[in-house]
């Protein structure tokens, strides 16, 4: 009986969905439950997956297509909701529309407003994009409703895939069937692990210090090279791709902080990495089940050469993706939400914590964060009626300045969102690429020269 009462406990943090007497609604994941009290019009919490197609946007087609995806993964579809000790989803009771596209995306999306979705499906053209807040999925599961949405979009125009969908190493196109509970559970609880410490806190990093754009503005930086190149040049130094390009960034912060005088009085650069926390701790979930490693460096002990930064990113990186130590963080922040002292306090009050710790764990730690999701799949008969995909990282007032990275086919591309006026992470970034002899093509969003990031 009590081994019984043990099990229940323990679904009841895994289950996100829930009905009572008002209807269905669903609990916010670990990683969720701090979104809402650290995001506004501005820092929307909004990422960006986007495709350029090989014709212009069919909108009948597109709102058919978003219907189907929408009626296929219900539990994307919901709105925020303050309860007096939690937030909350609640299905929305109409279907998605479609939205024009902006020169500067990922803003003006405010998920704290009533009624206001946790996604949003923009298209311009032959361009068609779709914007996630953090508090309802990461970059996992932004790729899985995206990929689902283009092959319903395709199979409405009547392309046919090539192979069978939903299946093998297509089971994240979700194009038939229903929606099931490990879709939407709370993987961070599943694989809570009970007993561990804490890892340690991090120190305050640098930050770019830099006017901020006018606001509503995000600035998208865009660098394409060529995907055998890039990896190539990373196994000639023992690192990966993604390694690689963390050097590239701490090295493009270094001088930043070395050029600066007086010298800021943090004297540590740190660059975020997300990790997916899947290929850990197997979970089928589409919700939020990321967490991430800090590479960093002192300042203080002087400039770094580059073949340097890349040997230690290596080894940095060696050392904190590995399941012990990443099961540390699960441990701190899962906890949390199972405290019976932390469940009775009032939602105003949590708010206030949320933005303290979220201050002191969160993005005060990190110089900036580059996301790399590798490669993107799609089924053979799709492949050619793809031109590009994109990735846009969230906009964040602390860091200023962060980067994704996503290859299709031998593409790969780098965007940087910036809400700062500098570019200057972006232009030693990419002339650093260069001066390693890779081929670099660069392009703004917001019409800005691109000779003033390379010449």
């Not at 919490?45 to 090989?54: I, K, S, T, V």
């Not at 410490?197 to 503005?217: I, K, M, V, W, Y």
């Not at 930064?309 to 922040?333: C, F, G, P």
């Not at 793809?386 to 962060?402: C, E, K, W």
């Amino acid at each position: 009986m009590n081994v019984e009462r043990g099990r229940s406990r323990e679904q009841q943090f895994i289950r996100t969905r829930r009905e009572d007497e008002a209807g269905v609604w669903y609990a916010l994941d670990n990683a969720a439950i701090i979104m809402p009290a650290v995001t506004n019009e501005i820092t929307t919490g909004l990422f960006r997956f986007e495709a350029e197609l090989d014709a212009p946007i069919d909108p009948e087609a597109m709102k058919g297509a978003l219907d189907l995806t929408v009626r296929r993964m219900p539990y994307f579809n919901v709105s925020l909701r303050r309860g007096l000790f939690w937030y909350y989803f609640e299905p929305c009771s109409t279907l998605p529309p479609l939205y024009p596209d902006s020169p500067s995306p990922c803003q003006k999306w405010d998920i704290n407003r009533s009624g206001t979705c946790m996604f949003r499906v923009r298209c311009e053209q032959n361009r068609i994009a779709a914007e996630f807040s953090h508090a309802m999925t990461d970059g996992t599961g932004g790729l899985s409703f995206f990929k689902t949405l283009l092959a319903h979009y395709f199979l409405l125009k009547g392309i046919d895939p090539g192979i069978r969908l939903g299946e093998g190493e297509w089971s994240d196109i979700l194009a038939s069937g229903s929606a099931v509970q490990e879709e939407f559970e709370d993987a961070y609880q599943r694989y809570f692990p009970k007993g561990l410490p804490f890892p340690e806190t991090g120190l305050n990093a640098f930050h770019l210090d830099s006017r901020p754009l006018p606001g509503g503005q995000y600035r998208v930086i865009s660098g394409i090279l060529s995907t055998a190149q890039v990896l190539a040049e990373a196994k000639r130094r023992n690192a990966t791709l993604t390694e690689l390009l963390v050097a590239v960034y701490l090295d493009a912060l270094q001088h930043i902080w070395h050029e600066t005088k007086p010298h800021p009085r943090t004297p540590l650069v740190a660059v975020e990495v997300p990790i997916n926390l899947r290929a850990l701790f197997p979970s089928r979930t589409f919700r939020n089940f990321s967490l991430f490693v800090l590479i960093s460096e002192d300042m203080r002990l002087g400039m770094r050469s580059f073949d340097e930064l890349v040997e230690r990113t290596h080894y940095q990186m060696k050392l904190e993706y590995d399941r012990m130590s990443i099961a540390k963080h699960l441990s701190r922040n899962a906890g949390s939400a199972r405290s019976l002292g932390v469940r009775l306090v009032p939602l105003w009050i949590k708010d206030i914590f949320a933005r303290i710790l979220f201050a002191k764990f969160g993005e005060s730690m990190l110089s900036g964060f580059i996301s790399n999701l590798g490669p993107v799949e799609m089924p053979p008969g799709f492949v050619p009626h793809i031109h590009r995909f994109g990735f846009i990282p969230a906009p964040s007032l602390t860091t200023l300045t962060n980067a994704s990275v996503v290859s299709w086919g031998d593409e790969l591309l780098v965007n940087f969102g910036s809400l700062a006026q500098s570019r200057d992470i972006e232009r030693l970034f990419f002339r650093r690429l260069r001066s390693l002899g890779l081929h670099v093509s660069v392009s703004c969003r917001l019409e800005e020269e691109t000779h003033a990031i390379l010449p």
